[in-house]
């Protein structure tokens, strides 16, 4: 069974920062990364990072989050800088298998950015 192990989150002030991390109990992901829930809302990409340590980011927060991955670890980071009200969700933990594409994930962590 994959678990994947989250933590990071919190409250912050707007412009501050907050670092998520996802420990994944193997390796063997196409891609890891972060999404994030509002209230109401559907879930939404937040970062994606393939094998080939590409990243893809979502418009809103390109320039102030960067995704990073620690191979041997099996861990993926979400720094994030400059946070914004709006960046208020809950995050969650994605992983997609390399073999046979079935998706996991993380139960979540609140970040909460103050105004």
């Known amino acids: 069974q994959v678990q994947l192990m989250e933590s990071g989150g919190g409250l912050v002030q707007a412009g501050g920062s907050l670092t998520l991390s996802c420990a994944a109990s193997r390796s063997t992901f196409s891609r890891m990364g972060w999404y994030r829930q509002t209230p109401g809302k559907q879930r939404e990409s937040v970062a994606i990072?393939?094998?080939?340590?590409?990243?893809v980011y979502r418009d809103s927060v390109r320039g102030r989050f960067t995704l990073s991955k620690d191979n041997a670890a099996n861990t993926v980071y979400l720094q994030m800088n400059s946070l914004k009200v709006e960046d208020t969700a809950v995050y969650y933990c994605?992983?997609?298998?390399?073999?046979?594409?079935?998706?996991?994930w993380g139960e979540g962590t609140q970040v909460t950015v103050s105004s």
């Open positions: 994605y992983a997609q298998d390399a073999f046979d594409d079935n998706v996991y």
């Open positions: 990072i393939q094998r080939s340590g590409n990243a």
